[in-house]
């Protein structure tokens, strides 16, 4: 990652957004606030977009389906070169971790906001992964080395492992690419399906196994360093209100954690952070199951959920991944990150939780985002838009600060209650989250990710809301989102 600063003290004079939604209103807006001129790429089904209307420049590059837009970087290229363009952003999902874009960027003379390519491709390969962060010392769950290729080598490996166990993509990532296996006669056509979901998804079908702590806590931490040798934590997350894998709920910090457990994965993250050469932001991603951790991914990106350590730091993330892509130190140093409070962030989805998180795109009739103290509302969406079916259903972020834990969780709660979200046919995952809200298990802070299917939260009303599939020794996940 290379690149300067602009004469006149900016980092770079343009700032080509190559992503869609919330992420690039939101990148769209830290820029404006340093002086960038900014570029959007957008797709026809987003030509009526919030982002668009935006930006400085919007540039159409392809029809609705990603890989004939988001997913296709000579349209990318192209806009970023005839527009002046210095630097790509890349937001999260489509190309935030390709390491072979990034390597397109350089060739082309453009700043890739994001670590570096050979960091990228060693880190995204989840299997390679957790070999390079094991020999750095840190703890990974147990599993195997490296790809399975055959049926002999997974079930040898699982005799290993034991059961339950997971089958991970290796090129996966965002909850997709999994099979959880609990039964061992179905560990075969897990293997045999995961690797179909993984070709099509990621056009790899290498996969790995790894132990699966079905009650677990999923807890990360935010990392930033620069080119400079400087490596911070800002402190975690706790991500473990999830549904098929994917997060609903995230809060900073992570609560009833055991003594010296936050400081611990703080130090694993820096450790491995170091170990790899990593510059930017990224997330080390950790499983907790009483008193031990293991690290399970690193995203090279952005998260959805990093409006939770904005709130609690006070640090723009974003304005720290334009000064280090432009080879500009961090602006603060490890003593002076401290969080104060608490911040709560859930994702609002247009899904319909009764029918197994089904996506409910649709026409919004009326979206009315809360207000009031303390609350921040991360969407693009409006009244009289379209949510189009071919991308990630997320609609908003609704995040809620408070000193302390349960005014946080009130204020939120109350917030949510403000927000209107009608449209024929459009459902929302709103109902769901006050729900969680007010589970007694969620309130004490010890829920899990099992939590949302446990029977704790349908004794509690979740059944109200949440309709779910039987049970099954495998589950196969490969939802559309990241």
Not at 425 to 434: F, H, S
């Amino acid at each position: 990652m290379t690149g300067a600063p602009a004469a006149d003290g900016r980092y770079f004079d343009t700032v080509l957004v190559a992503n869609r939604g919330e992420i690039a209103l939101r990148v769209l807006r830290t820029c404006r606030e340093l002086g960038i001129r900014t570029v959007l790429v957008y797709s026809t089904s987003d030509r009526d977009s919030a982002a668009v209307l935006a930006a400085d420049e919007a540039v159409l590059i392809g029809p609705g389906p990603p890989r004939q837009s988001y997913l296709y970087p000579p349209a990318i290229i192209e806009a970023a070169l005839r527009t002046g363009a210095q630097a790509i952003h890349p937001g999260y999902g489509f190309l935030s971790e390709d390491p072979d874009f990034a390597e397109i960027c350089a060739a082309n003379g453009l700043v890739f906001v994001g670590p570096r390519p050979q960091v990228m491709a060693q880190l995204g390969d989840k299997a390679k992964a957790r070999a390079l962060l094991s020999r750095a010392g840190v703890p990974v769950l147990p599993g195997t080395p490296g790809p399975v290729r055959s049926s002999a080598e997974v079930t040898g490996a699982a005799a290993r492992i034991g059961l339950p166990l997971i089958i991970k993509a290796s090129a996966g990532g965002g909850g997709r690419g999994m099979s959880v296996v609990h039964d061992r006669d179905r560990l075969l056509p897990a293997y045999r399906s995961t690797r179909a979901a993984a070709r099509t998804a990621f056009g790899n079908d290498d996969v790995y196994l790894e132990r699966y702590w079905p009650r677990a806590r999923h807890v990360e931490v935010q990392v930033l360093a620069d080119q400079h040798g400087t490596v911070l934590h800002l402190g975690e997350r706790d991500c473990s209100v999830q549904r098929r894998h994917q997060k609903l709920i995230e809060e900073s910090p992570a609560p009833e954690l055991p003594d010296g457990v936050a400081d611990r994965l703080a130090e694993y993250a820096v450790r491995g952070a170091r170990a790899v050469g990593y510059t930017g932001a990224g997330t080390f991603e950790f499983l907790i199951d009483g008193s031990e951790t293991a690290l399970i991914e690193v995203n090279c990106r952005i998260q959805v959920e990093h409006p939770v350590t904005e709130m609690v730091t006070g640090i723009d993330l974003v304005r720290e991944q334009l000064r280090v892509a432009a080879g500009l130190p961090l602006t603060l140093t490890q003593p002076e990150v401290r969080p104060r409070g608490v911040a709560v962030e859930c994702r609002i989805n247009a899904e319909d939780p009764t029918r197994d998180f089904a996506p409910s795109p649709g026409r919004l009739d009326r979206f009315v985002p809360p207000g009031g103290p303390f609350v921040r509302v991360d969407t693009h969406a409006y009244p009289g838009w379209r949510v189009p079916p071919e991308y990630d259903s997320l609609l908003a972020k609704v995040v809620a600060w408070a000193p302390d834990r349960a005014q946080a969780l009130a204020r939120l709660d109350r917030a949510l209650a403000e927000l209107r979200v009608d449209g024929p046919g459009v459902r929302t995952t709103r109902d769901l989250v006050r729900e969680i809200l007010a589970d007694p298990v969620f309130r004490a802070g010890r829920h899990t990710t099992s939590f949302l299917d446990s029977a704790a939260f349908r004794n509690t009303g979740g059944t109200a809301s949440v309709v779910r599939p039987p049970d099954r020794a495998v589950e196969v996940v490969a939802p559309p989102g990241g």
